[in-house]
């Protein structure tokens, strides 16, 4: 085993319920485990897709663009569903006309006795949404990197967090896996736990705690839960319209 994260705090698992909503007791650290995975080699985005390139424009044109925020459980089917089937082609079709900002938000449970985390899922879930923050934290004006990678890595959900599912992720979009391990573990000062830390008050201030839940600068507008879309059709071309929409009216 090349890599075992050195975690300083006790990751916390979940009681396991059909629906991806936050319901967690403690459980022990845990550490990478590996298996091989077959690579993911279709997707909607790629690390060239000059869809997601940032676009450029004239500050005589430019407005704030619509905020979407993804808020997901690394482990979570529905999760998985909504970034593949809604998040992914509205970012495809929208982020080159800049009008469009994507956030994950990662829903779990903060425990700051021990400065730790509660995930649905159980502490693999918590070190997968670990990798996709850091994903997200060190690729932010590239999506097509770091939105790449979750994608890639909810195909296979069951996988997260062993060794060759997140390398092959990695590798698949151009993403470091050294930089991600060191990210997500104790080796880098605690980051990836503090960027979980601080996803999850994030999700609960907003009252949020179902993964997939999706917003347009602050509001709910569509739900994946239990495998069904929950206000909204769960078409991409009505995002697409909410988003033009917030955009034209801000």
């Known amino acids: ?57 004239t500050l005589e044109t430019r407005k704030p663009p619509v905020e979407v925020e993804m808020f997901v459980m690394s482990k979570c089917p529905d999760a998985r569903d909504c970034v593949r089937d809604l998040i992914l082609p509205v970012m495809a079709q929208l982020y080159d006309s800049g009008i469009i900002t994507l956030r ?24 997968g949404d670990m990798l996709e923050l850091c994903a997200y934290e060190l690729h932010k004006d590239r999506p097509q990197m770091w939105l790449g990678f979750i994608n890639c890595m909810g195909k296979n959900y069951q996988d997260i967090p062993q060794d060759a ?25 605690n980051r990836g736990m503090e960027l979980l830390r601080a996803s999850a008050r994030r999700a609960i201030d907003q009252g949020i705690s179902t993964s997939c839940t999706v917003t347009i600068n602050g509001k709910t507008v569509c739900v994946r839960d239990n495998g069904q879309w929950k206000g909204c059709t769960g078409s991409k071309d009505d995002l697409v319209q909410e988003v033009q929409h917030a955009y034209d009216n801000e």
């Open 1 to 57: 085993m090349r890599f075992q994260a050195r975690y300083p705090v006790f990751l916390m698992a979940a009681v396991q319920f059909t629906a991806c909503v936050v319901d967690a007791k403690y459980l022990p650290r845990r550490t990478f485990q590996r298996a091989g995975v077959q690579e993911l080699r279709s997707v909607v985005l790629a690390n060239s897709a000059p869809a997601l390139e940032k676009p450029l424009q």
């Open 104 to 127: 994950p938000t990662y829903i779990g449970t903060p425990d700051d006795s021990n400065a730790g985390m509660a995930c649905k899922h159980g502490p693999d879930e918590c070190l």
């Open 165 to 189: 599912h997140v390398s092959n992720c990695a590798s698949e979009y151009g993403l470091s896996f050294d930089q991600l391990e060191r990210c997500a573990a104790s080796e880098d000062e």
